[in-house]
């Protein structure tokens, strides 16, 4: 069965540094998004992305943030400066058609910033 | 921000009872809502769906209900086994759907 992969699974940075979450979407899907989850917490929309470009952000998703798809398959999310306050663990996930549908979610990235 | 919300943190069922998962919602623009199961250092994994214009989905052990009177929908899974015993979230979308809200999530124990 199709599924979304993402790497590193683990990726520990010294605060200021910049990271980048790679992710591996489902390849007929046409839809793809970020999500986080902070440790307690719930899990938390960032960014959505259609056609090769951005369809809705949160507020979460300020400047240090951006997400590409430098090819077919790879879809990335890039922080440039991150913050203690970025570590969590980030979702992405995948979704075929036009309307949110059913996403489906990678096993995550858990990102630590000391 | 509290749109969507799961009130019981934890639940306990004896193997083979039913598990009965609750949701509210707060946003009536909401009118597609999803469940989905995780597993500890696991991505969350979709269960079953159910859009606005239905009172009920069902899909083998697990049935979702929606009552939009009320704002409210619920999960049930029956007979529960030691297996399903992981974190239930609940999510919404809007018609504009880019995005899923989730709930704070239930762990779910299935004792054997």
């Known amino acids: 069965e199709p599924e979304v992969t993402q790497t590193p699974s683990h990726q520990v940075t010294q605060m200021g540094q910049e990271v980048i979450l790679r992710c591996v979407p489902i390849s007929n899907h046409l839809y793809f998004y970020w999500y986080r989850q902070i440790l307690g917490q719930k899990v938390e929309f960032l960014v959505s992305?259609?056609?090769?470009?951005?369809?809705?952000k949160s507020e979460i998703f300020d400047d240090q943030f951006s997400v590409e798809r430098p090819d077919g398959s790879n879809f990335t999310l890039k922080i440039r400066s991150t913050k203690l306050e970025d570590s969590a663990m980030y979702f992405c996930a995948s979704s075929p058609g036009g309307r949110v549908e059913t996403q489906y979610f990678g096993p995550g990235t858990r990102l630590l910033v000391l | 921000d509290q749109q969507v919300k799961q009130n019981s943190p934890s639940l306990s069922v004896q193997e083979g009872r039913i598990s009965i998962l609750n949701c509210d919602y707060t946003?009536?623009?909401?009118?597609?809502f999803l469940w989905y199961k995780k597993y500890p250092a696991e991505g969350p994994t979709f269960l079953i769906s159910i859009s606005s214009i239905k009172d009920k989905n069902e899909d083998g052990r697990f049935t979702v209900f929606l009552n939009k009177s009320a704002k409210h929908l619920s999960l049930h899974i029956v007979p529960s086994q030691p297996g399903d015993s992981a974190v239930y979230f609940c999510?919404?979308?809007?018609?504009?759907?880019?995005?899923?809200?989730f709930g704070a999530g239930t762990i779910l124990r299935v004792k054997s």
């Open positions: 992305f259609y056609n090769n470009e951005i369809s809705e």
């Open positions: 946003n009536s623009m909401f009118d597609y």
């Open positions: 999510a919404a979308s809007d018609p504009w759907g880019n995005k899923l809200v």
